[in-house]
């Protein structure tokens, strides 16, 4: 019946994972006229829009749900969908949010984050390099080829997700009915080997196949038109057959091995200077009568006369404008050196050979012209070295983990410190006031860092979006938007194995760690402890489980009512949100800190249903890591009485799925004025054994 019922939930969540929900009748009222919404494409899940004026029906653009084209899990596992319309040149008419599962946005920061968010892409055009920056005003260069989106601050996984959604969907739509689009994802690219640099002159890039070279002659182009109404145009050709028509190198300059070599210091600063992370610089080199600048040419716009391709797609490239100097121009020809740019959203990829073509075009007649054009193509491949290839796992998330790169690694010194502390213990807990700074010293980094400052609050969340995707059928690559997160689960699944949820709950969860702050400080300031009897405690500890029961299973039966038990949680209101939330979520998160203040961690012991998972999840623990005497729960209840979470039998057995790793009692095990055997022992070795005096009597 089980196996039954997951397979029903499997086929059903898949199903619904990765179909739209809406029909022409919907699009017709969202673009009403005179805009008319054709039949949905056979070959693409899209509708067309046409325009109908006075002579004919124009094509306008496409329009599309993303979760058809790119169902990218949001950080809830569930596909956000929107409605996104571009038109025939690739530029946004509208992205709209259709559906969504984002906690943060859902009685957090609110929807209206989302939306505007999603509205900054109306006027953009995907041949721009589009970048989320939080800190930037939404804003484009003049010459159009950059765009900034404004981020949304406690929302980054969601919106780069989002972000992902939009530009994958919106470029195969592209790409397969616009005629122009990427390669492959940009992330999924190889990469120039920026650290790699060998000295060359010209000759060596040459002979090395880092640079393309093309020379014809005024002979050879007369030939190209051999036997065409082209043939015989050109007088200059025909007086001066053996002189240069075009002497043309490019080279990628964003190469260091080529841009460092071709130019003078200076003018390589100023090219980097000029590129965005991803970007391609070309640098064209020429001489002779024909150029790639036409005389009309107008600097900062894109070229007529150079194409390039890979793949049978075009790539724009465009005239950065650039006056740059070359460091060895005799070696090279120099009359013109220009610097066109390909955007690192356009996809090209390094690895890949470059595909260029000049076209040269000859006009016979004087008022309409016939235009004869004849294509000279050539090719451009950099040698393996100065590249690395992608990993079969390479995606859009690559860039966010570098960019966090300071965060992640002050979160991988924290845990081997956390580590090797746990591992040594008894070294640890020999000595309890050393042992009390270092535990509130790590709590105050947990709360100030791994919450705040890192937003790395593991919750029950976590777990629901992973069974939704599983039900769904779609991988768990969504995690990897949140590097901290991923790090924390990954130790967290680790210490699971060899201590229990006590690493977790005890050292690493930030509310937890605020929880016990307010504890600690409640019972220092003498506000009364209310300990409950161990009956009592031991039900209100079961109270979890339905609670995660009640969660997971809506998980796979309904996904809306998900959104509203995970609010059982206060971690998005107290430690993601920082309170700024509406007040029945902060009256509730400060509610439980209050009561938590009187009852020891009330809610990470009797309703956290994230630390019952990890509880269960925790009974494969290998070691039972807390040291324990033969007295321990006979002669001896010092550890017992002295335990905050009541972890601790009668009989002295640790019950480690309700243990916090707080190691209270081990510091009472070390501790000669504390443990009651060890007391006893001292107090032994301390006796001074009376001897009896024996008196004889003296004999008369």
């Known amino acids: 019946m089980w196996r039954g019922l997951f397979l029903w939930l499997l086929c059903l969540s898949t199903g619904a994972a990765h179909a739209g929900v809406l029909n022409k009748t ?25 325009k109908q004026n006075a002579t004919a029906t124009a094509l306008v653009g496409y329009v599309f ?108 739509v592209s790409r397969k009915k616009l005629g122009f689009g990427e390669g492959a994802e940009p992330d999924q690219l190889a990469r120039v080997r920026t650290e790699l640099f060998e000295r060359k ?50 080279a990628l300059a964003s190469v260091p091995t080529i841009g460092r070599n071709l130019l003078a210091p200076a003018s390589w600063t100023r090219l980097q200077h000029r590129l965005e992370p991803g970007d391609h610089a070309l640098l064209v080199l020429s001489q002779g009568r024909y150029g790639i600048l036409h005389d009309d040419f107008v600097r900062g716009s894109i070229p007529e006369r150079l194409v390039l391709k890979q793949d049978n797609l075009p790539f724009d490239m465009r005239d950065l404008d650039l006056d740059l100097r070359l460091s060895q121009p005799a070696s090279l020809p120099s009359d013109s050196v220009t610097v066109l740019r390909v955007i690192g959203q356009a996809g090209l990829d390094p690895a890949r050979p470059f595909a260029f073509t000049l076209p040269i075009t000859r006009l016979k007649g004087m008022i309409y012209p016939e235009k004869i054009t004849r294509d000279v193509a050539f090719t451009l491949q950099l040698p393996a070295r100065f590249v690395i290839a992608p990993a079969a796992s390479d995606k859009a998330w690559g860039g966010l983990w570098r960019s966090r790169r300071i965060e992640l690694a002050i979160l991988a010194g924290a845990l081997l410190v956390l580590t090797a502390a746990l591992l040594m213990q008894a070294r640890l807990t020999a000595n309890g006031r050393r042992f009390a700074w270092f535990r509130w010293g790590f709590l105050l980094f947990t709360i100030g860092f791994i919450g705040y400052t890192a937003q790395g609050q593991l919750s029950i969340v976590n777990i629901t979006s992973i069974i939704q995707a599983l039900l769904a059928g779609r991988t768990l690559s969504f995690l990897l938007y949140d590097p901290i997160s991923v790090v924390l689960l990954a130790y967290t699944a680790v210490s699971l194995l060899v201590w229990g949820r006590g690493t977790f709950c005890g050292w690493l969860c930030p509310f937890g760690a605020l929880q016990e702050v307010v504890g600690k400080l409640a019972a220092w300031g003498k506000l009364p402890q209310w300990r409950f009897k161990a009956h009592t405690d031991a039900r209100l500890k ?110 002295g057995k640790v019950a480690y799925e309700e243990c916090f790793q707080c190691m209270d009692c081990v510091v009472i095990y070390h501790s000669d004025d504390q443990c009651a055997p060890l007391i006893m022992e001292k107090k032994r070795a301390r006796t001074i054994p009376i001897t009896p005096v024996v008196q004889f009597k003296e004999t008369p």
């Open 65 to 172: 749900e993303s979760v058809d084209l790119a169902p990218i899990p949001g950080f809830s596992g569930v596909p956000v969908n929107l409605l996104v319309a571009i038109d025939a040149q690739g530029s946004f008419m509208d992205v709209a949010v259709l559906s969504h599962h984002e906690p943060v946005f859902l009685d957090g920061l609110g929807e209206a984050p989302l939306f505007a968010f999603v509205k900054q892409y109306q006027g953009l055009s995907l041949k721009q390099s589009l970048q989320i920056d939080s800190k930037a005003k939404r804003s484009n260069l003049p010459d159009g080829s950059r765009a900034y989106l404004d981020g949304v601050s406690k929302a980054t996984a969601s919106v780069r997700i989002i972000n992902q959604s939009v530009l994958s969907a919106a470029l195969k």
């Open 201 to 250: 002159d010209g000759t060596s890039l040459l002979a090395d196949g880092l640079i393309a070279h093309l020379r014809l002659t005024n002979r050879d182009v007369e030939h190209l038109f051999k036997g065409s109404p082209g043939a015989g145009l050109d007088p200059v050709a025909l007086a001066q057959p053996d002189a240069v028509f075009i002497d043309l190198v490019i």
């Open 26 to 50: 919907d699009l017709a009222r969202r673009f009403p006229a005179p805009l008319l919404v054709g039949d949905k494409q056979a070959d693409l899940p899209v509708w067309p829009l046409f």
């Open 542 to 651: 079961w109270l979890k489980y339905p609670l995660l029961g009640a969660i997971v299973v809506s998980a796979g039966l309904a996904p809306a009512l998900t959104d509203q038990l995970v609010e059982l949680e206060p971690f998005k209101t107290a430690i993601t949100l920082n309170f700024v939330r509406a007040w029945p979520f902060v009256a509730w998160a400060l509610g439980l800190l209050l009561l938590g203040a009187f009852v020891y961690k009330f809610f990470c012991r009797y309703l956290c249903p994230f630390g019952a998972a990890l509880a269960l999840l925790g009974r494969v623990r290998l070691f039972a890591w807390i040291p324990r005497r033969e007295q321990c729960g006979t002669a001896c209840q010092s550890c017992r009485h002295r335990c905050d979470y009541q972890a601790i039998a009668p009989s």
